[in-house]
């Protein structure tokens, strides 16, 4: 079954980088470019992992990964950060609000590859 992932952030060209570095795994892949538009595609989609801009024009990302992860309907879905905030403090806060990973632009393909495989291959 492929595996579906939403991309959340208001840059466009961030959705297009995430989405050519993932491209040769076949994922089904969509965009969101806000916090409400993100809540609402994780609710229709139920994707299997939401690539989530922690600075989103509505709403901060932290506050989206919060309500996902505290609607039973959405809970289960994976989420990594990917933000400019390098500091620990960010990351932590990332945790505590359900994130499951955390990744730091500029970001390499590699690493972005790695850490989506990780978190699909738990399912």
Same mark, same amino acid.
């Given at each position: 079954?492929?595996?579906?992932? /939403?991309?959340?952030?208001?840059?466009?060209?961030?959705?297009?980088?995430?989405?050519?570095?993932?491209? *040769?795994?076949?994922?089904?892949?969509?965009?969101?470019? +806000?916090?409400? *538009?993100?809540?609402?595609?994780?609710?229709?989609?139920?994707?299997?992992?939401?690539?989530? +801009?922690?600075?989103?024009?509505?709403?901060?990302?932290?506050?989206?990964?919060?309500?996902?992860?505290? +609607?039973?309907?959405?809970?289960?879905?994976?989420?990594?950060?990917?933000?400019?905030?390098? *500091?620990?403090?960010?990351?932590?806060?990332?945790? /505590?609000?359900?994130? +499951?990973?955390? /990744?730091?632009?500029?970001?390499?393909?590699?690493?972005?590859? *790695?850490?989506?495989?990780?978190? /699909?291959?738990?399912?």
């Amino acid at each position: 079954m492929v595996k579906k992932i /939403l991309i959340a952030d208001d840059e466009e060209t961030i959705r297009k980088t995430v989405k050519e570095c993932l491209k *040769s795994d076949r994922y089904e892949m969509f965009e969101a470019a +806000d916090g409400n *538009s993100t809540l609402r595609m994780a609710r229709e989609l139920k994707p299997d992992l939401i690539i989530l +801009d922690l600075m989103l024009p509505d709403k901060w990302g932290y506050a989206v990964c919060e309500e996902i992860k505290a +609607d039973p309907e959405t809970q289960g879905i994976r989420v990594i950060f990917l933000t400019g905030r390098k *500091s620990s403090p960010s990351q932590r806060l990332g945790e /505590l609000k359900g994130g +499951d990973d955390y /990744l730091v632009k500029p970001f390499t393909p590699a690493e972005l590859r *790695s850490k989506v495989r990780k978190l /699909l291959e738990q399912e």
